[in-house]
């Protein structure tokens, strides 16, 4: 039962170097997400793919890019890191129900530090 | 577009006693409504969920929340909490339109003192 996986749990970065997170899942989810979790914010979307093949932004976009590799696998990107990238990453797959009753899977999460 | 706004970035209580925690959203169309709890060092799980029928929606560990369209809100209650319960509380909404994308509030963290 390892449900949705994330790569690496901890990262320091210098700024201006370049990631990437990954994520996989094996519920067979068609959507995957990805948040940023910072103090006194709550989670912040990132970007999210409905489905394999499509990626839209969400509330917070600038600075990442991602990829939809095959239906498991969602990776998030960081071209040239910035010190307000420091923060705590999830990954989430979902199910729907209901059409847009979307209930989300979390992964543990990816703490990255940028210097 | 939807927004969620959790009035409360910290509740203390004692052991026992109940609790509300408070969610409200703004969305110009039906929504469906989430709650999720994330304990230390964990992430997020569901604890509810509001779809469509009766506005009373009862989750895991004893926990309920309350569906009014005419106030916005969706709060989330426990009569009696226990230490377990310390975590931070997420409230979340999506709508059918935007079938997929989910927004989250700040969040709320309950403290429970023995």
């Known amino acids: 039962n390892a449900g949705v996986t994330q790569t690496p749990k901890f990262q320091v970065l210098k700024t201006g170097q370049s990631m990437t997170l990954q994520c996989a899942q094996d519920?067979?989810?068609?959507?995957m997400y990805w948040y940023r979790q910072d103090p006194g914010m709550g989670l912040r979307l990132i970007y999210y793919?409905?489905?394999?093949?499509?990626?839209d932004k969400g509330e917070v976009p600038n600075g990442y890019n991602v990829s939809r590799l095959n239906k498991r696998e969602f990776s998030l990107r960081l071209e040239s890191a910035a010190p307000s990238q420091t923060s705590v990453y999830f990954c989430?797959?979902?199910?729907?129900?209901?059409?847009?009753?979307?209930?989300?899977?979390f992964g543990a999460g990816s703490r990255l530090t940028v210097l | 577009a939807q927004s969620v706004t959790q009035l409360d970035s910290q509740v203390p209580v004692f052991e026992e006693a109940p609790v509300e925690l408070r969610c409200n959203y703004s969305?110009?169309?039906?929504?469906?409504l989430f709650w999720y709890v994330q304990y230390p060092n964990q992430g997020l799980q569901l604890l509810l969920k509001?779809?469509?029928?009766?506005?009373l929606v009862k989750g895991i560990n004893g926990f309920e929340a309350e569906f009014n369209k005419s106030q916005t809100s969706f709060h989330l209650r426990k009569p009696s909490v226990h230490i377990s319960d310390t975590a931070e509380y997420f409230c979340?909404?999506?709508?059918?339109?935007?079938?997929?994308?989910?927004?989250f509030g700040s969040g709320t963290r309950l403290s429970i003192r023995p």
């Open positions: 519920m067979n989810h068609n959507s």
């Open positions: 989430a797959s979902s199910e729907a129900p209901a059409p847009g009753a979307n209930v989300l899977t």
């Open positions: 979340a909404v999506s709508e059918p339109s935007s079938a997929s994308k989910i927004i």
């Open positions: 509001y779809l469509s029928g009766s506005t």
């Open positions: 793919s409905a489905s394999e093949g499509t990626t």
């Open positions: 969305s110009s169309v039906s929504v469906y």
